[in-house]
């Protein structure tokens, strides 16, 4: 079966955060991505969403914005963004999310001939206006990046990784993360967060083994990206707590 990717889904069942504002590419954004969704995706095949998912502050009111997406078909596994504040305690988020639909966070899940892992990550040390608290951030999410490759490793199989933040500057210069995802073998990383002419600018290619592909979407279009062709997807195995 096959892997796609799609980011910054910015769902909004409350009606309150239109996304046009952003701009005329984003009216009715969601139904163009479910269009392209019930098209291309089968049951059995693995569909990546590496954060920015819904605009709720809560749990509560991110429950159905996360059963849409959960009726959509395919095995979902998600990261959280800078915007997801409605993700807090990963347990009770695990506890109500929709049936084949799976969060990663400090942990990674095996589907057949691939493993995910991944975490949000933050804004790179070094990038104009971050902050000593940038920084402290930073790094705790590479700590993060690390419990999941080492959890990643324990299942073996093909690494995808995911975050929310890009791991590399635009001119592809390595940085901790990058280097992390070298050493532990990562085939392919998808991230999000950039949009309009910071996304048309976002690094795409490959470093160090790993190929890099924003998957914002309306950097694809709003159509889901193809990841990965041919491969045996199963139910997942590994830890989650």
Known sequence: MNVFAIGDLHLDSAGEKPM?????????HFEKISADWLARVCEDDLVL???????AMQLEQARTDLETIGRLPGLKVLCRGNHD??????????????RGMYAIQNDALRFGDVTVCGTRGW?????????????????REVGRLRLSLEAADRLGGELIAMMHYPPLPEDGAPTPVSRLLSEHHV?????????????????????????YDCV??????FSLALIRQDVQVTAPVGRQT
């Open 20 to 28: 046009d504002v952003f701009g005329p590419q984003w009216t009715g």
């Open 49 to 55: 969403i590496p954060g920015d998912i819904s605009w």
């Open 85 to 98: 504040y409605w993700w807090s305690g990963i347990g009770r988020l695990r506890s109500v999310l929709p």
């Open 123 to 139: 804004t790179l040390p070094g990038t104009s206006g971050a902050t000593a608290d940038d920084v402290r951030i930073f790094e």
């Open 187 to 211: 085939k392919r990383l998808v991230y999000g967060h950039l949009h309009g002419p910071a996304g048309r600018s976002a690094f795409n290619g490959e470093l160090d083994g790993v190929r």
């Open 216 to 221: 914002a979407c309306d950097q694809i279009h």
